[in-house]
T-cell receptor, first 113, second 114 residues
Framework: EAGVAQSPRYKIIEKRQSVAFWCNPI?????LYWYQQILGQGPKLLIQ????????DSQLPKDRFSAERLKGVDSTLKIQPAKLEDSAVYLC???????????FGEGSWLTVV | AQSVAQPEDQVNVAEGNPLTVKCTYS??????LFWYVQYPNRGLQFLLK??????LVKGSYGFEAEFNKSQTSFHLKKPSALVSDSALYFC????????????FGTGTRLQVFP
């Protein structure tokens, strides 16, 4: 089966600009996660969706980050305006209701200059 | 709160030797534990998991992990290391009692020398 798809793979932007990342989870997976991985650290959850509803967004910097999953399938994560400290890998992941394993995409690598 | 700790930032091993990457956990209730690997410029790849049952879990690429409840550990092992095993390894616990998310350790860089 196809894995979690993410785009773009790489993005370089100037601070205060905006950027959007897209994720298409594995077909049939109801739960979708966005993680942020800063260099040298483990991934940290930004937001978790169950279908098109938000389960956990407690760690999402809501003044600049937003995410949506309007039809309960693919999702978009937006950063506006970007800061230097937003330079990181943004990982999308998904799992189904019965599965215990969470599968990750290849990540979107953001550099803010 | 659920957490995992990876006490070693880096592990160095010679090719052909056995390797161990350490992980300890702190959870409420029964733990769901995972190992993921990250190669340069790639996402996280699932290696193996412990949910219940046999304490020795076998996974991808010849890796295995031993669940030890008394020591609250879930160390990753491989009998004979390959240079191609060089990567970043993350231990994680599934937060079943909260929002079901994965909580990761800080990662251990494995370097296998020829």
């Amino acid at each position: 089966e196809a894995g979690v798809a993410q785009s773009p793979r790489y993005k370089i932007i100037e601070k205060r600009q905006s950027v959007a990342f897209w994720c298409n989870p594995i077909s049939g997976h109801a739960t979708l996660y966005w993680y942020q991985q800063i260099l040298g650290q483990g991934p940290k959850l930004l937001i978790q969706f169950q279908n098109n509803g938000v389960v956990d967004d407690s760690q999402l910097p809501k003044d600049r980050f937003s995410a949506e999953r309007l039809k309960g399938v693919d999702s978009t994560l937006k950063i506006q305006p970007a800061k230097l400290e937003d330079s990181a890998v943004y990982l999308c992941a998904s799992n189904d209701r019965e599965g215990n394993t969470i599968y990750f995409g290849e990540g979107s690598w953001l550099t803010v200059v | 709160a659920q957490s995992v700790a990876q006490p070693e930032d880096q592990v160095n091993v010679a090719e052909g030797n056995p390797l161990t990457v350490k992980c300890t956990y702190s959870v409420s209730g029964n733990p769901y534990l995972f190992w993921y690997v990250q190669y340069p410029n790639r996402g996280l790849q699932f290696l193996l998991k412990y949910i219940t049952g046999d304490n020795l879990v076998k996974g991808s690429y010849g890796f295995e992990a031993e669940f030890n409840k008394s020591q609250t550990s879930f160390h990753l092992k491989k009998p004979s290391a390959l240079v191609s095993d060089s990567a970043l390894y993350f231990c994680a616990v599934r937060d079943l009692y909260n929002t079901d998310k994965l909580i990761f350790g800080t990662g251990t860089r494995l370097q296998v020398f020829p």
